[in-house]
Structures are given as C-alpha cells and as structure tokens.
C-alpha cells in the first residue's frame, strides 16, 4: 500500500514564522496535493505538484508557496504565518483514480 | 467551474438502520468520476466508493452503494446497516477526466455522520 506521511500531527508557531510542512510518498507518485481543511468549507486545494520542479496553484494559494525538488516529498511553506491559516493541512499523492491522503497537521498559529 | 454541494452538515442514525447522505454537483462536462470519501477521528481519509459517470449501474461496495443520478447531477450515498465504526465525517468529491490543472479533486463541505448505539 502507498503510504504517504507528514512530519507532525500536530503544529503550534507564532505568528510571523516561516513554516515547512512536510509531506512524504513512498510509492513514486508524479502527482502530490495540498489541501487545507476547514469546518463548514470542505477541502480546498492550495498547491499541486505533477513533476519534480513543477507546480500549479489551486483554489486558495495566496500566503502559501510550495517546494518539491525529490519526487517523493512536497512541502508546503508558509512565509509569514498568519492566525488565518491556523487549519488542518492535508496532503495527498496519485497515480490514476487512487489517491491517497496524510493523516493531517493540525497547526495552530498564535 | 465545477463545484460539489452538501447540503446536510450532520446527520445521526441509530445502529443496524439505513442512511442516506446527499450530494449534487454542477459540472458542464459529459465524463467525469464521482467519490465518497471518509474520515474518521484519525483523520485518515479513506476512500468508500467511485462512480465513473459514463457507467449507468450505480456502484456498490459491502454495505455502501450510491444513488447516481446523471441528469439531475446527484450522487447520494446509502449506508445499510449501519455500524458504530461509521461515525465519520463523509465528504463528495468530484475529479475531471481532463488532464492538467483540471486533474484535481474538488470537495464538498462534508457530512458528519454519527451513529448511535
């Protein structure tokens, strides 16, 4: 089974900080996602990845930027943390129809 | 640009009954898949059913099966039998046939389910 990982469950920083998150697949998958969960909104997309080097923004990038220079890992940067992106970061990977999702960080910016 | 409504935040439903989550979804193209995705308490999100939307027969899984409507742009899942371990929160997703920037998932708010013993 693919698994894919990401570093922290859970995340508490300041506001102001500049924050990896990072994201790990084991399975040689082309394509990576992140996505920000939030109550009442569902999951939004905020980068992908189909490449190594190459990305695309989603729906919400504004306040994010994106890093994959190893196809098995794409990592999700915040510049300047906001109490605005305090959510629940999940990231993904495909191959076809199956993705396969992290289990989420949970970050909390104060 | 598609989009993916569900309607009803929460639902309860006691133990061993049956439960039906709606989902409608609005999209100009003829081909697309249709999910139903959970989420338990772990937060893993774990993948119940695909619908292919060229395909008429509605698809099933165990005790999982969805109601796809085509026209109507509807794709409600039935939960038979329901057990505790389906406490969840459910989320419709919708993914293009088309390649690049359209080859993504688009969600809807979810429904968290809670079955009750």
């Known amino acids: 089974d693919v698994k894919v990982t990401q570093s922290s469950r859970y995340l508490v920083k300041r506001t102001g900080e500049k924050v990896f998150l990072e994201c790990v697949q084991d399975?040689?998958?082309?394509?990576m996602f992140w996505y920000r969960q939030d109550p009442g909104l569902g999951l939004r997309l905020i980068y992908f990845?189909?490449?190594?080097?190459?990305?695309e923004k989603g729906d919400i990038p504004e306040g994010y930027s994106v890093s994959r220079e190893k196809k098995e890992r794409f990592s999700l940067i915040l510049e300047s943390a906001s109490t605005n992106q305090t959510s629940m970061y999940l990231c993904?990977?495909?191959?076809?129809?199956?993705?396969?999702f992290g289990s989420g960080t949970r970050l909390t910016v104060v | 640009a598609q989009t993916v409504t569900q309607s009803q935040p929460e639902m309860s439903v006691q133990e061993a009954e049956t439960v039906t989550l709606s989902c409608t979804y609005d999209t100009s193209e003829s081909n697309y898949y249709l999910f139903w995705y959970k989420q338990p308490p772990s937060r893993q999100m774990i993948l119940v059913i695909r619908q292919e939307a060229y395909k008429q027969q509605n698809a099933t899984e165990n005790r999982f099966s969805v109601n796809f409507q085509k026209a109507a742009k509807s794709f409600s899942l039935k939960i038979s039998d329901s057990q505790l371990g389906d406490t969840a929160m459910y989320f419709c997703a919708f993914r293009s046939v088309n390649g690049g920037a359209t080859n993504k998932l688009i969600f809807g708010t979810g429904t968290l389910l809670a079955v009750q013993p």
């Open positions: 990845s189909y490449d190594v080097k190459m990305k």
């Open positions: 399975m040689d998958h082309e394509n």
């Open positions: 993904a990977s495909r191959v076809g129809d199956g993705y396969t």
